[in-house]
């Protein structure tokens, strides 16, 4: 049974640190995995998506890997502002016959202090 | 605008009362989920639905029910069956065939007296 983990469950930095948030998952047949953000009492807002064949994704400020073998993804987020404040979420979407869920992990609580 | 959305955004209900929760999108896609979000649980998966007139079953989905008539519209009602009903809900529709991916409704907040 896929499980994913994200470590650690809240960070708190100044504001202008990079900042590598990380997701781990224990199988590695994954179609594709996919980075969200989730402010408090809203739903989720999708920031990349990797799919099982990419190495990484890019926007902004925001890079994603992806390495099925060790099954990692970490989330790079440059130049951290009060505005990215927000839990980070990670799923992973399984490449066999349950192709429609997402496996979340619990989430990463960011705070970035101005 | 495209995009998901939810209906109502708070509920209060009685112990013994069906509530249906609305979930409508016009991004066309096929495949629409319903999840629930509890503190310090993550998501989980209440149903599913790849294509109009079917759905499946997730993994918590006792006590809940659901109808994909409509490619737009994948509505929720949780029963009195659902022992534990108190939670924040969430609707999603995928992009698939194509990428996958998946985009989310600003959810719904039940919450049982």
């Known amino acids: 049974k896929q499980e994913v983990t994200q470590i650690p469950a809240a960070l708190s930095v100044p504001e202008g640190e990079n900042l590598v948030l990380n997701c781990s998952f224990t199988?590695?047949?994954?179609?594709?995995l996919q980075w969200f953000r989730q402010d408090p009492g809203k739903g989720l807002t999708s920031l990349l998506l990797?799919?099982?064949?990419?190495r990484e994704q890019t926007s902004g400020r925001l890079n994603a890997s992806l390495d099925k073998s060790s099954g990692r993804s970490t989330l790079y987020i440059a130049a951290s502002q009060p505005g990215d404040s927000a839990t980070y979420l990670c799923?992973?979407?399984?490449?066999?016959?349950?192709?429609?869920?997402?496996?979340f992990g619990k989430g990463t609580k960011l705070s970035v202090k101005p | 605008d495209g995009g998901i959305t939810q209906s109502p955004k708070y509920l209060f209900r009685k112990e013994g009362q069906n509530v249906t929760l609305s979930c409508e999108q016009n991004?066309?896609?096929?495949?629409m989920y319903w999840y629930r979000q509890d503190p310090g649980q993550g998501l989980r998966l209440i149903y599913y639905?790849?294509?109009?007139?079917?759905?499946q079953k997730g993994d918590i989905a006792e006590g809940y029910s659901v109808s994909r008539e409509k490619k737009e519209s994948f509505p929720l009602t949780v029963t009195s069956a659902q022992k534990n009903p108190t939670a924040f809900y969430l609707c999603?529709?995928?992009?698939?065939?194509?990428?996958?991916?998946?985009?989310f409704g600003e959810g719904s907040r039940l919450t049982v007296l």
């Open positions: 999603a529709s995928g992009d698939r065939p194509n990428t996958g991916e998946l985009f």
């Open positions: 199988d590695s047949a994954i179609y594709n």
């Open positions: 990797i799919q099982s064949s990419q």
């Open positions: 799923a992973v979407r399984h490449s066999g016959r349950s192709q429609g869920n997402l496996i």
């Open positions: 991004l066309n896609h096929d495949a």
């Open positions: 639905s790849q294509i109009v007139n079917d759905f």
